[in-house]
């Protein structure tokens, strides 16, 4: 199974091909560079690959959430090149993806990413039987101050959200974290990962059904809440 999986919903741009067992990747730390590089990427690892786009057989998305314009692009791509290829669409979670990418050491894993505006998008896993990921309850927006997750646990954390509010994070957390970087955004390569179990079984959406998740529907803060934020 030929499969291209891409993420745009943070400063990170990433593109990956799932060919027979192996992963092809491209990434860059590229902020407001998605749209010039996003292409060419899958340009990229399909001519590495030796796979052309008539031989892809689904495409994987990270559906958010994250930046509004990172998560439009790469669904507006997905939906695209999905549509002209009549292929259908596998829509992963963005924070999942990110905890997949945190070590495997029994511990849950707390995602979080930076929202801006003082707030970070967050979700909880554990591992699977297959080594991935599953949530542990719903993902959530919000100030940091108030993060709820659920007690009794040593966590591993991982994501932008991290480096923005670590004091706040760990605040919440009943006991310092097992592990924890900040420095760490979605990947394509683990969205390819999460997508391929579905993929085998036949799951996807149509491409016009594969929809963002935002988890909200504010992009900017006014002057006032910028000088509340600052204080």
């Given at each position: 199974?030929?499969?291209?999986?891409?993420?745009?919903?943070?400063?990170?741009?990433?593109?990956?091909?799932?060919?027979?067992?192996?992963?092809?990747?491209?990434?860059?730390?590229?902020?407001?560079?998605?749209?010039?590089?996003?292409?060419?990427?899958?340009?990229?690892?399909?001519?590495?690959?030796?796979?052309?786009?008539?031989?892809?057989?689904?495409?994987?998305?990270?559906?958010?959430?994250?930046?509004?314009?990172?998560?439009?692009?790469?669904?507006?791509?997905?939906?695209?090149?999905?549509?002209?290829?009549?292929?259908?669409?596998?829509?992963?979670?963005?924070?999942?993806?990110?905890?997949?990418?945190?070590?495997?050491?029994?511990?849950?894993?707390?995602?979080?990413?930076?929202?801006?505006?003082?707030?970070?998008?967050?979700?909880?896993?554990?591992?699977d039987q297959e080594g991935l990921v599953e949530p542990l309850g719903m993902e959530s927006v919000g100030s940091a101050a108030?993060?709820?997750?659920?007690?009794?646990?040593?966590?591993?954390?991982?994501?932008?959200?991290?480096?923005?509010?670590?004091?706040m994070i760990q605040s919440r957390l009943e006991s310092a974290p097992a592990w924890a970087q900040g420095e760490r955004y979605?990947?394509?390569?683990?969205?390819?990962?999460?997508?391929?179990?579905?993929?085998?079984?036949?799951?996807?959406?149509?491409?016009?059904?594969?929809?963002?998740?935002?988890?909200?529907?504010?992009?900017?803060?006014?002057?006032?809440?910028?000088?509340?934020?600052?204080?």
């Open positions: 199974m030929n499969l291209l999986a891409i993420e745009t919903s943070t400063e990170s741009c990433s593109v990956a091909l799932s060919c027979n067992g192996e992963l092809i990747s491209r990434s860059e730390f590229a902020p407001r560079r998605h749209a010039e590089l996003l292409l060419p990427m899958c340009e990229e690892v399909l001519t590495e690959a030796g796979v052309s786009r008539r031989q892809l057989d689904v495409i994987a998305v990270g559906r958010g959430p994250g930046a509004f314009t990172g998560v439009r692009l790469a669904i507006s791509a997905a939906q695209g090149i999905a549509l002209a290829l009549d292929l259908p669409v596998i829509p992963i979670s963005s924070l999942a993806a990110l905890a997949l990418d945190a070590p495997n050491n029994n511990h849950p894993i707390l995602a979080v990413i930076d929202a801006r505006m003082g707030e970070i998008y967050a979700g909880t896993f554990r591992r108030v993060l709820k997750v659920a007690a009794g646990q040593i966590w591993n954390v991982i994501g932008s959200g991290w480096d923005s509010y670590a004091e979605p990947q394509a390569t683990a969205i390819a990962r999460l997508a391929a179990r579905e993929a085998s079984s036949g799951q996807g959406l149509a491409p016009e059904l594969a929809l963002p998740v935002y988890l909200r529907d504010k992009v900017a803060l006014t002057t006032k809440e910028r000088q509340q934020v600052r204080n």
